[in-house]
């Protein structure tokens, strides 16, 4: 019985591990590209200085960084250091930096 638990458990963590790798994979569609780019042309931010914090996808931004919506995208952007960042509102996750 404790080998069909350990078993059991062994291949639950297993699952588990590959769902949450594949969460942090975020595909963003070609017409979302398209009109978040265009978006924020339109819309330029000033950029804010995060010292310490590094601009890499999965990286979590403080609360004190105000995110702005893009109309019709789930996702919010920031400019940090120059940069545009988008941003899962929910997990305030960087799902991509822009150049």
Excluded: C, H, W
């Amino acid at each position: 019985m404790k080998i069909y638990l350990a078993a059991a458990a062994a291949g639950f963590l297993l699952l588990a591990g590959i769902g949450a790798a594949s969460a942090d994979t975020l595909i963003i569609q070609p017409e979302q590209e398209t009109v978040i780019r265009e978006y924020v042309k339109k819309k330029p931010l000033a950029s804010v200085a995060l010292p310490g914090v590094e601009l890499n996808i999965g990286t979590t931004l403080p609360d004190t960084v105000e995110l702005y919506e893009v109309p019709d995208v789930q996702y919010r952007y920031v400019v940090i250091d120059n940069r545009t960042v988008l941003v899962d509102p929910g997990t305030r996750k960087i799902i991509k930096v822009y150049e």
